[in-house]
């Protein structure tokens, strides 16, 4: 990864966290204002790469796979007065996801590539439904498969491959209670290796469910209890 993109990503994630920070302190301080929830992820990638060298850019083909893992969501940004934090303008999304990724390259075969994925995502609701998405993603390579392969004149040893990745994920999306439904696109910021200009691009079909609005809540309920008087009214009769 070039040293720009590492200080450009690097300083998303810091932000980022510093947001999540803050409005985890309002879950503290106001908890009608922020929505905290947590749950399980998953879904279905299409998965290619690209090449900036037109020396090895053989035809890649899409190669399908999985993902499943752990989300938190956050959300924040009352529409009104009478609106619940659930309803908020505005989220944050953090995920731990096994991501297989990849790609086909016809007739030589393919590469298939495992990752430990960590997107912090920004969320952007123009309805209390419809949302954006935009934010970085680290992508710690776990597995590789196979070991060797060719295509055209060029053999690869990816024994030592060294596929670690920071990526740009966008995306829209459904949020209907306790589950949302999105679309994705993942694009790899990071060559496989120093002498392999191949970089990861992956769609994905991506499903949250979250386990209820954790610590979205109204106003404090007014007791109905009724206040004994202080001063309460004689009713013994008296004979004068």
Request: aromatic content about 10%; glycine content about 10%.
């Amino acid at each position: 990864m070039k040293k720009h993109q590492f200080k450009t990503v690097a300083l998303s994630l810091v932000l980022l966290s510093v947001s999540l920070a803050s409005y985890s302190q309002e879950v503290i301080d106001r908890p009608d204002k922020t929505s905290l929830s947590f749950g399980v992820a998953g879904g279905a990638n299409a998965s290619t790469l690209s090449s900036t060298d037109p020396s090895l850019n053989p035809s890649f083909g899409f190669r399908l796979g999985g993902q499943v893992g752990v989300a938190a969501n956050l959300r924040f940004g009352l529409r009104g007065i009478n609106s619940t934090a659930s309803d908020g303008k505005f989220g944050l999304q953090a995920e731990a996801a096994y991501s297989m990724m990849g790609a086909n390259l016809g007739d030589e075969g393919g590469i298939g590539l495992g990752y430990l994925t960590v997107p912090m995502l920004f969320q952007y609701y123009p309805t209390t439904q419809f949302y954006l998405e935009v934010g970085p993603q680290a992508c710690l390579n776990l597995t590789h498969t196979p070991d060797h392969t060719s295509f055209g004149d060029y053999n690869l040893n990816l024994t030592s491959l060294k596929a670690n990745d920071v990526a740009a994920v966008v995306g829209v999306g459904l949020a209907r209670k306790q589950i949302h439904v999105g679309v994705r696109y993942v694009m790899g910021m990071s060559d496989l290796a120093s002498n392999l200009a191949w970089r990861n691009q992956c769609a994905q079909v991506h499903l949250t469910f979250l386990f209820g609005a954790g610590t979205s809540s109204s106003a404090s309920k007014k007791s109905t209890s009724k206040t004994p008087d202080v001063v309460q009214p004689i009713t013994d009769d008296f004979d004068f």
